[in-house]
């Protein structure tokens, strides 16, 4: 298991991997018995290879509230934490924070992350490449190619926020009710809901019943 308690919880005080093998385990510093530290530390490795395994099985809603409650439960979880996080990342598209968790993970995860943000890179770029299209048949008057465009643009890089504020616009003059609806739900969520489209749900037609 890797040193992941390199300080001390109390007075930060740098520890290396000779104090923690002795016993009792005493912080050089300010003499605090580390030992229950320890065994938070491991018990948190040990959640998060318990969220990897969640998230190799598609329980990607479990990882995740995994990883939430390893970040209140300790300040530095270890590499397990960085992996799942890095794989959560990868499962968003969020590219940024996939590479920022990358750093802490060595060995075949890495590289087998490392594919999968090669593969969402990619995504990004086809992605924009259908914003462009979209945006010259937009101009043109189509707007259900625009339309049909941009829904696979999202699906490719569901974290772009200048695909989702095209899109709405799209599928608001292609007559696409439901689609807009999911597209302002998405604007929402990330803050991002262009100007012109503040109250538009009072134009619309409501929703039909969700069967
Ligand atoms: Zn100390």
Known sequence: VALLLDACPVCRQTLDASVLAQSPALCPGCGTDLAPFIELTGRAEHY????????????????????????????????????????????????????????????????????????????????????????????????????????????LAPREAALWQLKAKVDLKAGLWTRLYDDLGALDACGVRPAQLTGVERLLPALPEAV
Do not use: F, M, Q
């Not at 968003?92 to 490392?114: P, T």
């Open 48 to 155: 998060a290879r318990l969220g990897l395994e969640w998230l190799s099985r598609g329980r990607v809603d479990v990882a995740r509230e995994v990883a939430r409650r390893l970040k209140s439960l300790h300040s530095d979880p270890g590499t397990g934490y960085s992996e799942l996080l890095a794989r959560l990342a990868v499962i968003d598209g969020d590219i940024e924070s996939a590479e920022r968790a990358l750093i802490h993970i060595e060995g075949a995860a890495r590289e087998d992350i490392a594919a999968s943000l090669d593969t969402a890179r990619l995504n990004v770029r086809r992605a924009r490449e259908l914003y462009n299209y979209a945006l010259s048949a937009a101009r043109e008057g189509n707007h259900s190619g625009a339309a049909e465009s941009l829904a696979r643009a999202v699906e």
